[in-house]
């Protein structure tokens, strides 16, 4: 039996073009946004996930965002891996992708 059960989400690193990017995307600017084949594949795996945390969402009392969930800049590699460049658009990127998690958690405290 779950009591209690804390979800940890981290790493999504919206904005690179190895992170998080959900479907249908369009940037702040109105320029659609595809997600590429590995992106496609992590929606995919963020979708099983959901629907795994909906099998246990009554016991779900806190959700912990654990760090890098936008890309950032990228100054090490001078932006050559960024999807997103834009920091805005990174941010609405996590936003969108946390979306169906909040409204699945319902009442659980979310830390960051």
Not at 7 to 17: A, Q, T
Not at 19 to 30: H, I, K, Q, Y
Not at 65 to 92: C, K, T, W
Request: hydrophobic share 40%; proline share 6%; with cysteine.
């Amino acid at each position: 039996m779950l009591n209690n059960c804390v979800l940890v989400v981290s790493d999504l690193h919206c904005g690179s073009i190895f992170g998080m990017l959900p479907p249908n995307f369009e940037t702040s600017e109105g320029v659609p946004k595809p997600q590429n084949p590995a992106q496609k594949y992590l929606w995919e795996c963020w979708e099983h996930y959901l629907e795994r945390v909906e099998e246990i969402k009554s016991h779900v009392t806190a959700v912990v965002l654990n760090g890098d969930l936008v890309d950032g800049a990228q100054q090490a590699q001078r932006g050559s891996e960024l999807a997103l460049p834009i920091l805005f658009d990174q941010s609405q990127a996590v936003i969108e992708t946390l979306r169906p998690l909040f409204l699945i958690t319902g009442r659980a405290k979310w830390y960051s």
